[in-house]
């Protein structure tokens, strides 16, 4: 996972509520085996539909900072959400609430998911849209996002701040835990289950 | 110190406390595979040349994309086919058991987990898929993640994870008759939002919870997603035991006996503190139904469209006037003045045998409205041969609708199952999201009564609906 500090990119308002993975990338994209290569299904019904949707507006067209309404990713746990945003370019989201599985997978890929208040995600909605193209940047080390000359807070929980910036693997992370794994394994009971040898009904 | 439920199973697994504001380490009983959420990470654990920690608490079986005809054919769809066949070969390659299309033990994860034993109370239990909350029936701490840490848990059998909140959901009273287990969880997701849950772990409690079968546990946990929350959990009692007892998987003899001990202590203590609490009163609730785009937009079916002026807040007032748009309905329409194409019956909300007996009891005598089409689509391919030993396909084809083979079919419509732009129906399945059914579908959440009284009336319709040819069997409470 790449290092994540600071990124500027054009802030993307996405004047919305519960933008469900179904509405980030519908199923039919999910078919793929590979972890890459999915922009094209991004918000592709609103994409295809829709002529004023916000990514279909040519200087929006190239965000890097999406800034939506709340509930954000709500529905099915698919990752491929995040690599859709990933692949189309995104750096971050920034919102009022979250859905939690989608927020532990953008952690997971190196994409920023900050929780922004009510109030500030009006005033930066409207700094948005008030002058289209405007530059958002994410300060990740000091939690603040900067648009114009607006100065947001938000929130990124510690352990994943320090995950996003050091780059950091989750799995080696946790291997170096693994004689603890083992040691708890030692002291799980016999009746708990195991998938083998399979055992079928007849 | 005094527990709920969830706080006591979480305790039980911790290999190691966080410190320094990291999350604790989670140990991880049971990993449920399927062909969507898994390729990348088999092909993560190739590329770091890492091996699964425990193949013996590992399971796969295909749902999202197996078609639901023609299953001794080659899948015609050649990206679905490319996914499950890449499905069988990591199996293969590290030693995963499989449960494939055609095999007896095939079908949706969430039916085919508590279906084998694999799924007990205590347990904890995740899947790369959100719907995993189901398996919280039984008192296990079970919840959906993503694609990376579906690569973790096979390299580690853990997850970092911080604690939940925990919220107490207590249905109080007893269901009327035509009302089920799926309405009383979406009256819920309607009082609280499909945000309200964010951050808890909700633990069903209250006399109508505990007077539900399995299945109907198994119902409202499936959607404890849909209000946001990331587990929905039950405490074991005779029921959950008995349900559980001589399953393929369950343990035994001695084994039984002391699982069975440990199990009676998981229960939220009587001065535990939730961080939160709901009421829902079940002597007044009544069949509920989705009028817009998301889980909590419904209304009891008695009511009408909602208009977006209705809603204070102003997010929900644009939601509901977009909602409205998509779904092509006029504020003021009685809700059972709408007119549905198709009707599905399925999912790992309600595709069990239970839901397939209670849809067949509407059905049984009464013919099918000339204009809906109806698939019916069991859970399992188990569920599928005991719904055929109990004679219930015979009611469906006789009935005219579709009887088909297992799996996820029109919840999601990653198979051929779809709705076509426009095309509007009563669904049992868990979304309403746009686009969800198929492209530009409509799709309007129901129980398995309220689908069937539908497939007869070809608007949605309770069993009450039904009028004076009503069968006494439609009037038992289901699950």
């Known amino acids: 996972m790449e290092a994540f500090t600071t990124h500027t990119g054009i802030g993307v308002p996405l004047r919305r509520s519960n933008v469900d993975t179904d509405q980030i990338i519908p199923a039919v994209y999910l078919k793929r085996v590979t972890k890459t290569g999915f922009d094209d299904g991004l918000f592709s019904a609103w994409r295809t539909n829709d002529p004023d949707f916000v990514l279909n507006q040519p200087v929006y067209a190239k965000g890097s900072v999406l800034v939506a309404g709340p509930d954000f990713g709500t529905g099915s746990s698919r990752e491929h959400a995040v690599w859709a945003l990933r692949d189309y370019g995104f750096k971050a989201v920034l919102s009022t609430r979250f859905a939690e599985i989608f927020r532990g997978n953008a952690g997971k890929q190196g994409l920023v998911a900050g929780i922004l208040s009510q109030d500030d995600l009006e005033q930066l909605w409207k700094i948005l849209e008030e002058n289209p193209g405007t530059e958002v940047t994410v300060d990740l080390d000091n939690r603040q996002a900067h648009a114009a000359d607006a100065t947001f807070r938000f929130e990124v929980d510690d352990y994943t701040r320090w995950r996003l910036m050091e780059g950091l693997d989750d799995i080696g992370l946790t291997l170096r835990h693994e004689e603890d794994i083992t040691a708890f394994e030692a002291t799980r009971p016999a009746w708990m289950p195991k998938t083998l040898p399979a055992r079928t009904a007849d | ?479």
């Open chain 2, 1 to 479: 110190m005094a527990g709920t439920l969830a706080e006591k199973v979480w305790a039980d697994h911790v290999v190691r406390r966080g410190e320094n504001g990291e999350p604790d380490l989670l140990y991880i009983d049971l990993q449920l595979l399927h062909e969507v959420t898994s390729p990348q990470a088999f092909d993560g654990l190739r590329q770091e040349g890492r091996a699964p920690r425990r193949i013996d608490q590992t399971i796969a079986t295909e749902d999202h994309n197996t078609p639901t005809i023609d299953i001794d054919k080659p899948i015609a769809d050649i990206t679905s086919r490319t996914q499950i066949e890449t499905l069988r070969r990591n199996a293969e390659e590290f030693g995963v058991r499989i449960h494939s299309l055609g095999d007896k033990e095939q079908g949706i994860v969430h039916v085919v987990g508590p279906q084998l034993g694999l799924t007990m109370p205590g347990i904890t239990v995740v899947c790369g898929d959100s719907h995993t909350s189901t398996h919280g029936a039984f008192g296990a701490l079970a919840f959906g993640i993503g694609t990376s840490e579906v690569e973790h848990v096979l390299a580690t059998q853990t997850l970092p994870l911080n604690p939940f909140k925990t919220m107490a959901v207590t249905v109080t009273g007893a269901l009327k008759p035509g009302v089920t287990a799926k309405d009383i969880i979406l009256a819920v997701i309607a009082k609280i939002g499909t945000g309200g849950g964010a951050g808890y772990v909700l633990e069903y409690r209250g006399e109508a919870i505990r007077d539900l079968s399995m299945e109907g546990r198994m119902t409202i946990c499936n959607m404890s997603i849909e209000a946001g929350a990331r587990a929905g959990m039950i405490a074991p009692d005779e029921t959950t035991l008995e349900y559980v007892k001589d399953r393929p998987h369950a343990p035994q003899g001695a084994d039984w006996d002391e699982a069975v001990s440990y199990w009676k202590t998981l229960r939220s203590d009587d001065d535990a503190v939730f961080d939160a609490e709901v009421v829902i009163d079940a002597d007044t609730l009544e069949p509920f139904v989705t009028w817009g785009t998301n889980p909590g937009q419904g209304l009891p079916l008695s009511g009408e469209v909602p208009a977006p002026e209705d809603f204070v807040d102003e997010t929900d007032r644009f939601a509901a006037e977009r909602a409205l748009e998509y779904m092509d309905l006029v504020p003021g329409t009685a809700l059972k003045d709408i007119k549905v194409d198709t009707v599905f019956m399925g999912s790992c909300t309600n595709g069990r045998i239970e839901d397939l007996r209670a849809f067949a009891s509407v059905l049984e005598g009464r013919t099918k409205h000339p204009d809906v089409r109806v698939l019916v689509v069991p859970g399992s391919a188990r569920v599928r041969l005991q719904a055929e030993q109990e004679g219930l396909d015979k009611v469906f084809l006789d009935f005219g609708a579709e009887w088909r083979q297992a799996g996820c079919s029109m919840c999601l419509g990653m198979n051929p199952d779809q709705l076509a732009p426009g095309e509007r129906a009563a669904s049992t399945s868990n979304r309403n999201f746009e686009g969800r059914q198929g492209k530009g579908g409509r799709t309007h959440l129901v129980s398995p009564v309220v689908a069937a009284a539908t497939a007869v009336r070809g608007t949605l319709s309770s069993p009450s609906d039904l009028g004076a040819d009503v069968a006494p069997s439609d009037l038992q409470p289901v699950a």
